[in-house]
């Protein structure tokens, strides 16, 4: 059992930012509120080294929330990058009693973190740096002060550079990360956005064929209004670049949202169209059926496109609420977890794990599939729970042939169970009519009838081909297919029942009754909460 916390250690470490005194605050009062003492550690972990450590009580951070810096104090230590530094800096904490430490810093600050929590010191962090570089968090303290205080700075100095008609280039903080730069380039309209940050375009293209929403991702080149005669020179040399084989037929298509620019749309396609007959004759126009479409868009700048890769479709994931997954290692259950992510519901996921009778590789496969289906769906909380004690209940309880319904049932009660603890909406199978005994009309009602919650099944007209092809293109066939048992597979009955009758069901769970209630509370409690993304 975890030894309870009863000393909590606060700290700020690294360059201060914005907000960290409302964060010292925070913890010091909800620390005293329930209970517990506080034990500030000033100037970081080179105070951790040298002792510097006061008691903190409530009144210790009064009128504190609307000021700057720390009222810890900061500072950067060389010492504790070392081994020798990290295992003084975890015996001074026990020394002082410390049970958790709370680390209130940078990417440096949470790396010297992690050194203590693998020295056995309870070790959270709270994300503190004008810079937004952290990993795993889309906020951090200080960062929505540097960008307002940047603003102002930009603000004053654009009055300058108007009055005078001049151009400014603005520097801005953040290290290796260009967030401030972005927000404030964004914000106040800039020509142009520097940042440090690199990308790859296939990549890019990827990632955005996995998010749900984006029905077509079209790369698009933009240029200055510099005349017509410098826009067609552009959209020439993109045909060229663009198109090696020329023996094809196009159409240009303008919009022209910028009412004072000198050529109507219609104008501006013949031009356009003439330029490009001009300089290459092999191509001719089709203004009914086009091989090639090319788009063209006159605002403030001009843009212009004739790709369109295809994105996934569906809705944006959130948008339709929240619902559980039961994740088995199969082919069918991250298909439909995919397919209603799709339709812009989040999802979290409840795998039942039969040690010893399934191994580690089969849960193995579980997580790598729930990995699969993230990269479209956003992170998912996989909760995995250990079902042996209840399958060997009802294998030495109930009718053989019933196994599997009386199995289904129980899993899912659990998986109900975790999907209202997250705020779900339903839960989501696999389960296509007729595919398997457990899969018949009959079958899904008797399962059904345990559940308060709608069951949505995605796949319940398919065929198994049609679920396949699915799962090929979304990734997860080769997974699904890897030889590790699950927990339905080892428990199966030699001749199922393919008609339950619920009134018999209900009865053979009647031999049950004697612990079933306590296995199902153990297998809730000792459930292991997987987040994967």
């Not at 002792?51 to 700057?68: A, H």
């Not at 903080?173 to 440090?196: F, H, S």
Request: one cysteine or more; charged letters at 25%.
């Amino acid at each position: 059992m975890a030894k309870e916390v009863n000393t909590i250690g606060v700290l700020t470490s690294g360059g201060d930012a914005p907000g960290m005194n409302a964060a010292i605050r925070a913890v010091v009062r909800q620390a005293c509120a329930n209970g517990k003492k506080v034990k500030g550690i000033r100037r970081g972990y080179q105070g951790l080294l040298e002792e510097d450590i006061i008691d903190m009580q409530r009144e210790s951070v009064s009128d504190i929330v609307d000021k700057g810096g720390t009222i810890l104090f900061t500072a950067r230590c060389s010492e504790f990058r070392t081994e020798d530094g990290q295992r003084k800096g975890a015996e001074i904490c026990k020394k002082h009693g410390i049970d958790g430490l709370v680390v209130i810093g940078g990417d440096g600050s949470f790396a010297g973190a992690q050194k203590l929590a693998n020295l056995g010191v309870n070790t959270i962090g709270l994300p503190g740096t004008i810079d937004l570089d952290i990993a795993c968090t889309e906020y951090t303290i200080g960062f929505d002060t540097a960008v307002n205080t940047a603003m102002q700075a930009i603000d004053k100095v654009r009055d300058t550079s108007t009055s005078h008609e001049r151009c400014s280039i603005i520097e801005v903080m953040g290290r290796n990360a260009g967030y401030i730069a972005l927000w404030c380039g964004i914000a106040n309209g800039a020509e142009d956005i520097l940042i440090p940050e690199q990308y790859d375009y296939d990549e890019t293209v990827e990632a955005l064929q996995h998010v749900f929403g984006i029905v077509g991702i079209c790369p698009v080149v933009l240029v200055e209004d510099e005349g017509f005669d410098a826009l067609a020179k552009v959209v020439c040399d993109y045909v060229d670049r663009t198109y090696p084989d020329k023996n094809f037929t196009f159409k240009v298509d303008a919009r022209r949202a910028r009412k004072n620019y000198p050529m109507d749309s219609m104008e501006l396609n013949a031009a356009l169209g003439e330029k490009i007959l001009d300089a290459f004759p092999d191509m001719s126009v089709d203004v009914h059926d086009p091989n090639v479409m090319l788009y063209v868009e006159i605002r403030e700048q001009i843009s212009f496109y004739s790709e369109e890769i295809p994105g996934p479709g569906g809705m944006p994931v959130g948008t339709g609420g929240k619902a559980m997954l039961l994740l088995s290692g199969g082919i069918d259950s991250p298909v439909a977890g995919y397919m209603i992510s799709k339709r812009g519901v989040a999802i979290d996921a409840t795998y039942f794990h039969a040690p010893p009778y399934t191994s580690e590789r089969a849960k193995q496969k579980v997580v790598d599939l729930a990995k699969e289906i993230s990269a479209y769906t956003g992170p998912i909380d996989l909760h995995v729970v250990n079902f042996t004690d209840i399958q060997l209940a009802i294998y030495e309880k109930c009718p053989h042939e019933e196994l599997t319904i009386i199995m289904r049932r129980y899993m899912m009660k659990i998986a109900e169970h975790f999907a209202k603890e997250d705020g779900c909406l339903g839960l989501i199978t696999g389960e296509s009519i007729g595919q398997v005994a457990s899969q018949t009309m009959q079958s899904l009602m008797a399962t059904n009838e345990v559940c308060t919650m709608p069951v949505y099944r995605p796949l319940i007209g398919f065929d198994k081909q049609e679920i396949v092809d699915i799962s090929e293109k979304i990734g997860t066939y080769e997974t699904s297919i890897l030889p590790y048992e699950d927990c339905c597979t080892i428990f199966v009955a030699k001749h199922p029942v393919t008609k339950p009758n619920i009134d018999v069901i209900r009865r053979s769970e009647e031999n049950l009754n004697e612990k079933i209630d306590e296995l199902m509370k153990q297998a809730i409690e000792t459930v292991e909460i997987i987040e994967v993304k």
